[in-house]
């Protein structure tokens, strides 16, 4: 028996999230069954825990959008048991059981092999916001960053974060956006060089084209700010595009594109194909400042996740969370 945090529907369509002890025979198939260390506490996370469940497509459920661990035991030649891996994406935590428990058993493609110079604690502390911050680095860097700052937007949430400290360590400016003043101290440290306030971006366009302002831009955000940033852009400059908390809709025009040649790059964690997995874990080892980690991450435990889950979905939550299902 192990413990595992457990979302159930009534009849009513509500939902609840308890922990509770369940036996090997609840897990789902899977050629890899792990002895999962540590989750996250993602947004969707937040979606899957509260009230009508958003993205479960099954009850019961145990959430958690990643998770990392050691392998038990595999009927897959690539992983043995005692291997340490990581996993993101391919719908974990939604579709398939997640890493809200202290196995689980899932796919050997949807693994990869923990990259040296990371621990399962460091590797959750980076998460599925980690892996997807760094894959628009990747992206922006695959398209050339120009000369003048990288604008990160919803710097104070997961993504925007690890993007922050990763696009500093790498040695470019960064401006990070943010919607809460008392926070400018802890972007600064992760390297931020220049701090704007939300509201400075969340005007509707009233001009197609700005000044250019930005050499490449990680968008966090989504809509009417995605908007704005687009007419700020270089010339040839990038937008990597991630989140979609400020709406999917898109009040913009062509014009940027067309006059300033900006590129918008949408980046989507779910379905990477492995060899970008790979890279991307790579890279994190390499290129993400590991002591900036603490200063970004908090700790939680299953009995935490239904207040945690209320708590993201409010915005109230910074930085990362990295789940300990053992303690």
Known sequence: MFNALIVEKDAEGQTTASVQKIGMDRLPAGEVTVTVEYSTVNYKDGLCIGPGGGLV????????????GTVEASDDDRYAPGDKVVLTGWRVG?????GYAQKARVKADWLV????????????????????????????????????????TGASGGVGSVA????????????????????????????ATEIIARADLAETVKKPLEAERWGGCVDAVGGA??????????YGASVAAV???????????VIPFLLRGVNLL?????????????????????????????AMTTAATLSDLPQLGADILKGQVRGRVVVDVNA
């Open 243 to 253: 989140g979609l908390a400020g709406g999917a809709g898109l009040p913009a025009t």
């Open 113 to 152: 092999p923990l990259p040296d110079g990371l621990t399962t604690r460091a590797a959750m502390a980076v998460g599925t916001a980690g892996f997807t911050a760094m894959l628009a680095v990747m992206a922006l860097e695959d398209h050339s960053i120009k000369t003048g700052p990288v604008l990160v």
């Open 94 to 98: 939604e579709a398939h059981w997640g």
């Open 225 to 234: 700010m995605l908007a704005r940033v687009l007419g700020q852009m270089e």
């Open 164 to 191: 922050t400290a990763i696009l500093a360590n790498l040695g470019y400016g960064v401006a990070a956006v943010t919607g809460r003043p008392e926070g400018a101290d802890y972007l600064r440290d992760l390297g």
């Open 57 to 68: 497509r099954s009850y019961p459920h145990v959430p958690g959008i990643d998770l990392a």
């Open 266 to 294: 949408g980046i989507d964690s779910v379905l990477q194909p492995y060899d970008n997995r790979l890279r991307a874990w790579a890279r994190i080892a390499t290129d993400l400042p590991l002591d900036r980690l603490d």
